[in-house]
């Protein structure tokens, strides 16, 4: 059993800053790629940021420069900290993790639920 919680969303004023949290829970034997995705009514969702296992990221150039992606290993967490926030940017934000459970160590991409960003004067 793998579960995926974002956390962290919220209402923020353009300009302001949040820090999003996704924890994976379970009986899980490794964490490769991590992902935030979003969502904005009634658009497509979108890749937002990547990390890899060893550190690597990519970012969508809407966020660049505003955005970083982080994760602790040990705590099988992946964050994504958004500063300079745009009304743009409200959109659900979704954790997207590529995790191998430990009884059947074949890594598969599991999603969030979900955590409403809202960018708004």
């Known amino acids: 059993q793998v579960q995926l919680v974002e956390s962290g969303g919220g209402l923020v004023q353009p300009g302001g800053s949040l820090r999003l949290s996704c924890v994976a829970s379970g009986t899980i034997f490794g964490i490769d790629v991590m992902n935030w995705y979003r969502q904005a ?33 040990a705590k099988n967490t992946v964050y994504l900290q958004m500063n300079s926030l745009k009304p743009e940017d409200t959109a659900v934000y ?28």
């Open 41 to 73: 009514s009634g658009e497509e969702r979108e890749l937002v940021a990547m990390i890899t296992r060893g550190g690597n990221t990519d970012y969508a150039d809407s966020v660049k420069g505003r955005f970083t992606i982080s994760r602790d290993n």
């Open 94 to 121: 979704y954790c997207h993790c590529n995790i191998a459970a430990t009884i059947a160590p074949r890594y598969e991409y599991y999603w969030g639920q979900g955590t409403q960003v809202t960018v708004s004067s």
